[in-house]
């Protein structure tokens, strides 16, 4: 028996087909009552039990209180998180229909008032995913990773030390420590007046499903504690080579704006964290010979000099 017939099997489920194997493992399966559902394998030593619980309870929540976001569903046995023979977690949230919103190192696809019919739709999405979350009281043993000042700008990020990838050239290597310390001091200014609270932390195209008019916000394995507008910048960092970028930013940013107000001018300081975080991902991540190193490199470089050129 396979980890993921394993995992059916305590939900009294069956397997339809793997959908991704890469953080997690996720298969598409059959409830008993019929339901397709998502069945997750959760990548060992990533996130422990109590930070996956807080996930799980975070998204009943924000589903709960109408957000679109997919919901835990109770094994036979009532939990929402088991643990398997050899180790692994595995839980299962509720079916999101819909297509990806677009795919990495991708051109968006339709046109320009489509993309940014649909970058304004998903700044209201996220908007009012922070606002649900505000309602919510955390309960005591509520923890997730830190998406704070020094999870993306101390010694130890969250995903690596960024300026030390080994593919860096020295003038590189310069230009993101430079980055680095431009971006904390911004972001140090920002805690004195931004309220950090639940984020998802990793909105990429590949975790926005779209039905029709309607978003869905998806794969929450990520999600941590941290300056709201980085779920914007997270975005942001994959429009940069977009022809309409500015537009795009523009209407993220306006339909955040009409349910929330922050401080908008710091979009493409957020940008940037992001743009920088990636880095260390493919460090800490990838294989020394992949692609998506010299690509990830590419963009931070591009971006860090033009904030540090702009003053930002």
């Not at 394993?6 to 997690?24: D, F, K, Q, T, V």
């Not at 009012?128 to 005591?140: C, G, I, K, Q, Y």
């Not at 593919?167 to 001091?185: F, N, Q, V």
Request: hydrophobic share 45%; charged share 20%; glycine share 8%.
């Amino acid at each position: 028996m396979t980890e993921a017939e394993e995992a059916a099997a305590l939900w009294g489920a069956r397997i339809l087909h793997e959908l991704r194997n890469r953080e997690n493992a996720v298969y598409a399966i059959a409830l008993p009552d019929g339901a397709q559902a998502a069945l997750r394998l959760h990548r060992t030593g990533y996130q422990n039990p109590a930070a996956i619980r807080s996930e799980l309870w975070w998204c009943a929540e924000l589903a709960k209180a109408g957000v679109a976001v997919p919901a835990p569903v109770a094994s036979a046995s009532g939990a929402s998180l088991h643990q398997l023979q050899g180790g692994r977690l595995a839980s299962v949230i509720s079916w999101v229909e819909g297509a990806p919103f677009g795919e990495a190192l991708v051109p968006l696809t339709g046109t320009a008032a489509e993309q940014t019919a649909r970058h304004h739709a998903l700044g209201r999405l996220l908007a009012e995913v922070h606002d649900a979350t505000d309602r919510l009281t955390l309960p005591p043993d509520f923890t997730r990773p830190r998406w704070d000042i020094d999870g993306l700008t101390g010694e130890t990020p969250l995903w690596g030390r960024f300026w030390d990838h080994p593919a860096l050239s020295a003038t590189e290597a310069a230009l993101l420590r430079r980055a680095r310390d431009l971006l904390r001091e911004r972001l140090t200014d920002h805690a004195r007046h931004s309220q950090p609270g639940p984020v998802h932390a990793d909105v990429l195209r590949e975790n926005i499903l779209v039905s029709g008019d309607r978003l869905s916000l998806i794969d929450f394995d990520d999600s941590g504690i941290g300056f709201r507008l980085y779920d914007l910048g997270t975005v942001l960092s994959q429009d940069l080579y977009e022809p309409q970028h500015p537009a795009l930013q523009a209407a993220l940013i306006e339909g955040y704006g009409s349910l929330r107000q922050d401080d908008f001018n710091m979009a493409p300081l957020f940008t940037l964290a992001r743009v920088l975080a990636s880095v260390g991902w493919a460090m800490t991540r990838l294989p020394a010979d992949h692609p998506v190193h010299r690509s990830h490199i590419a963009r931070a470089t591009m971006w860090a000099d033009r904030q540090l050129s702009a003053g930002n």
